[in-house]
């Protein structure tokens, strides 16, 4: 399987050690940058060195039909499959994932956290352990529903991992008065 070492860029073919710089030379809020797979046309990503590791360009969907394609890099697993009652389970294998993430800004977050003194405000819940607060950052209005835009510290909220996750197990999360009506009822 050839390793892939060039893509295309605004329909110019560079090198997958210019495709990490344009990459990194990205200014925070700028669009990531667009790379295609110079055989099939499909988009790739620019991969660094890492221990043992060539710089090499991966397609971001694996594509059967191209050459450049890694495609033996998903490795499918036979197993036994348990029966639903059976209290065993097969775990640890590998997955290939493409996974989507929304830009947070951590200073903001940081700030609302000392605001609320690191302490939950739905359960009061506040601990500290080695030096660092088990505190999450909440936002009332959902990044993921309302896409990019300017988010206001008011907009914030501390809670523990717990309340934080009960917040989230609607579509439309909790309140902090709804999370403290929930946690009043199940005492």
Do not use: W
Request: a positive charge.
């Amino acid at each position: 399987m050839p390793l892939a070492v060039e893509c295309s860029y605004q329909g110019t073919v560079v090198s997958v050690q210019d495709a990490i710089a344009i990459k990194e030379s990205r200014r925070r809020g700028e669009p990531a940058p667009v790379f295609q797979c110079i055989e099939c046309g499909e988009r790739v990503t620019p991969y660094q060195s890492r221990k043992g590791h060539t710089p090499h360009i991966e397609h971001r969907q694996r594509n059967p039909n191209c050459s450049l394609s890694n495609r033996h890099r998903v490795r499918r697993v036979e197993h036994e499959h348990y029966h639903i009652e059976d209290p065993r389970a097969l775990e640890g294998y590998e997955l290939d994932r493409h996974v989507l993430v929304y830009a947070r800004n951590a200073q903001i977050a940081e700030q609302r956290k000392q605001l609320d003194r690191y302490r939950c405000q739905a359960c009061g819940f506040h601990l500290n352990v080695n030096g660092r607060y088990v505190i999450e950052c909440h936002h009332t209005r959902p990044v993921a529903q309302s896409g990019v835009r300017e988010v206001h510290i008011e907009e914030l909220v501390s809670l523990c991992p717990t309340c934080h996750r009960i917040a989230h197990t609607r579509s439309e999360p909790y309140s902090v008065p709804e999370l403290k009506a929930l946690l009043s009822s199940a005492a």
